[in-house]
């Protein structure tokens, strides 16, 4: 049972334009709702994160937008660049992070020039 | 200096045989993680030790077996390898169990023949 659904599975963006990912969980005891990036050959890396008690955290171009009685939240890159072309994965956990992170199925992001 | 180090980097062995890939986080981090990433890039917990001692366990096959001499060093053994042991194995560590914010070493790209 896939506990964290996410969406699209590609994208393709043109450069300077708005990039959202999306993702849904299922189990309420999650508390924390990390986003990783992975470029090709290299290990995932912590983007941002949120913790259920904000509806919004930005870092930069980035922004995690979270909605809790929905059950969703969703990664939004402005100003897309050819250099966050990337796999995204959403994340989450419970229990303070204690039983692990468990990952969306990624998204392979493409900005275009 | 890399904070998680894994080596090797590419294993290719046959079907039947033994292997390990060794990892070192220089973070000074309490807790690490095996995590296995698919062809489809799908990332999944396997195992994870806070302090040298075994804290999630994963449905894994028993031909795993994790081994942590200490808190900087997690291996894994891998026994009687079979075709759908193919994947990338991603260490990781992170500050305590309760944090999700994890960080991950480049990867080592197993592939059975």
């Known amino acids: 049972q896939q506990q964290v659904k996410q969406s699209p599975q590609s994208l393709i963006v043109q450069k300077g334009g708005i990039s959202i990912i999306n993702c849904a969980y299922e189990?309420?005891?999650?508390?924390?709702f990390p986003w990783y990036q992975q470029f090709p050959g290299k290990g995932p890396a912590l983007l941002i994160a949120?913790?259920?008690?904000?509806s919004e955290k930005k870092e930069g171009r980035f922004t995690i937008s979270f909605n809790k009685s929905a059950k969703q939240f969703s990664l939004h890159i402005m100003d897309s660049q050819p250099g966050d072309s990337a796999t995204y994965f959403c994340?989450?956990?419970?229990?303070?992070?204690?039983?692990?992170?468990?990952f969306g199925k990624g998204t392979h992001l493409i900005i275009q020039p | 200096d890399t904070a998680v180090s894994q080596t090797p980097k590419y294993l290719v062995t046959q079907m039947g045989n033994d292997k390990s890939i060794k990892c070192e986080q220089n973070?000074?981090?309490?807790?690490m993680y095996w995590y296995k990433q698919d062809s489809k890039k799908f990332l999944k917990i396997m195992f994870s030790?806070?302090?040298?001692?075994?804290?999630i366990n994963e449905t894994v096959p028993n031909r795993f077996s994790p081994k942590s001499p200490d808190k900087a060093h997690l291996n894994l053994h891998i026994n009687s390898l079979e075709l759908g042991d193919s994947a990338v194995y991603f260490c990781?560590?992170?500050?305590?169990?309760?944090?999700?914010?994890?960080?991950f070493g480049e990867g080592s790209r197993l592939t059975v023949l």
């Open positions: 990781a560590s992170s500050q305590d169990p309760g944090s999700g914010e994890l960080f």
């Open positions: 189990n309420t005891a999650f508390d924390y």
């Open positions: 949120i913790r259920p008690d904000v």
């Open positions: 994340a989450a956990s419970s229990g303070g992070g204690a039983d692990g992170l468990t």
């Open positions: 973070l000074g981090h309490d807790t």
């Open positions: 030790y806070n302090n040298k001692e075994l804290i």
